[in-house]
């Protein structure tokens, strides 16, 4: 799963795997990050009177 | 009594009454938690597993479950990549019977791997020559995303939506809900057609071998597809049962129309390719392999395994339901529409059951005879088990979240808010 792994081998098949793997572990996390970073930003600005995000 | 947690605008049933079903309910999950921790505690010797049947019943629920939770994925891409805005009135609950799915899967996948402890090895030490660790990887993967799709809807229960951290989180979430889609999409593209691939690739296994394209067999592209034409089904035939059973029209017929539309095309299509990939299979494939069709289809005891099932897949619960749903005037009419799904249904299921069991039972050697395999109680209640989970979960989100957009409109409550 990490390159630090003993059985870790540094060919294709790691590569095209692990790769896919942590594309998609990335994409979720930054976008879930994102969201909460967002949400915790846009609650203090609608506490501080303003709109929020504007919406609804 | 917790009439401050129903969504406003809809009706629900009493408090009294919805108890007493998830008690019912509750009490076949039990039975199942009970088979579990047999299981988990004696080990596999519970179940009527052999050497010649390492697949069993488990892994044909796991990938009719994967299969039928594939609504949600291709639902998504249709609504956020392909841009058909109308699926928003039905992409909630698909996203929740693909929820509903890919738990069931994972829950049958950590009793069915014998030693649970050992079962994170699988990411830890994976084995990267192997179509089960990108189905593992992938399967994994795709239930983050479905658990990121779903907690919207948990935010937008009526009392948690008015903490405005989590009402901003909702909204958040709804906003990059393409990226996530997208995601899934790629993802579930992978799994479902590795699942098929583990079943193509076993050359020992005449019945399941395939040719294909570089290192993917043809049931890998064929799983996609049958996912992507019969999970839309799954998701309309759980939206009528829905709809039966709380006696109220919960989706606009536009919606399910357009879905069911969708559905038959992308049934259709298939059912050309599996015809195309049987024939080559029957004349050049596995004459190859010296079998000729009626090997795979003779001689089983009380003919489980005779022709009629080819017949039942691909005619029956294939061709005959793609033509129902192709034809506006027959999809329209409800009793057909029903009849059609369920019958998409049922394809699906039948074609795991013959790629997973068919597949073990089929002698490989000319002095073997046909394996046959029955399921142990445990076996049976651990399956039934995600079944009682699932109806259990629609139960709850169907009562405190807003699963429905349209059921409002399509049910006005007099004087109601």
Redesign the interface.
């Known amino acids: ?1 990490f390159p630090f ?1 003993f ?1 870790w081998v540094w060919d294709m ?2 590569i ?3 790769g ?2 942590w594309y ?2 990335s ?2 996390g930054m ?2 990050t ?3 970073i ?3 930003y ?2 203090v600005k ?2 501080d009177g303003g709109h ?2 504007g ?2 | 009594m917790d009439s401050a947690l129903i969504p406003n605008g809809v009706k629900r049933c009493s408090i009294g009454q919805f108890a007493v079903w998830i008690a019912i309910n509750g009490a076949i999950l039990l039975w199942g938690v009970w088979a579990l921790l047999l299981i988990y505690f004696k080990g596999l010797n519970q179940t009527n597993m052999t050497n010649a049947y390492g697949f069993a019943l488990w892994i044909w629920a796991d990938l009719a479950v994967i299969a039928l939770g594939g609504g949600a994925f291709f639902t998504g891409l249709l609504r956020y990549i392909i841009g058909k805005d109308e699926l928003k009135h039905i992409i909630n609950y698909a996203v929740l019977i693909g929820f509903v799915c890919y738990s069931s899967a994972l829950l049958i996948l950590a009793i069915d791997v014998g030693q649970p402890l050992r079962a994170w090895f699988i990411f830890w030490h994976a084995n990267v020559h192997s179509m089960l660790t990108e189905v593992a990887f992938c399967l994994t993967c795709y239930f983050g995303v479905l658990t990121i799709e779903y907690i919207p809807l948990i935010l937008e229960n009526r009392q948690l939506n008015r903490v405005p951290f989590f009402h901003h989180l909702a909204h958040n979430m709804h906003h990059i809900m393409a990226l996530f889609a997208a995601t899934g999409a790629f993802l579930s593209f992978f799994h479902q057609g590795s699942l098929g691939g583990v079943t193509g690739v076993l050359y020992g296994r005449p019945f399941g071998f395939r040719t294909g394209l570089l290192v993917w067999p043809w049931t890998f592209f064929l799983y996609t597809w049958s996912a992507a034409a019969c999970g839309p089904c799954f998701t309309i035939f759980i939206t009528r049962i829905t709809e039966m059973a709380t006696g109220k029209k919960l989706v606009k017929d536009n919606v399910i129309d357009l879905l069911a539309k969708i559905a038959g095309w992308m049934l259709a299509t298939y059912m050309v390719a599996k015809i195309i990939d049987t024939w080559y299979w029957a004349a050049v494939t596995a004459p190859s392999m010296g079998f000729t069709l009626m090997d795979f289809y003779s001689n089983n005891p009380g003919s489980a395994y005779g022709i009629w099932i080819l017949i039942a897949e691909i005619l029956v619960c294939g061709v005959l339901p793609a033509v129902l749903l192709l034809m506006p005037s027959l999809r329209r009419n409800p009793s057909v529409l029903f009849a059609a799904v369920t019958l998409a249904v049922l394809g699906a299921c039948l074609n795991r059951w013959v790629m997973v069991l068919q597949m073990q039972a089929a002698p490989v050697l000319s002095f073997e005879p046909w394996f046959t395999y029955f399921p142990s109680w445990q076996e049976v209640a651990t399956t039934i088990l995600p079944v009682a989970y699932g109806v259990i979960l629609i139960s709850l989100s169907y009562r405190y979240l807003p699963i429905f957009p349209q059921e409002p409109e399509l049910n006005p409550i007099e004087g109601g808010k």
């Open positions: 799963m792994s059985e098949g790691h095209v795997f692990h896919g793997l998609a572990l994409i979720l976008g879930m994102y969201c909460i967002k949400a915790v846009d609650t609608s506490k929020g995000s919406h609804h």
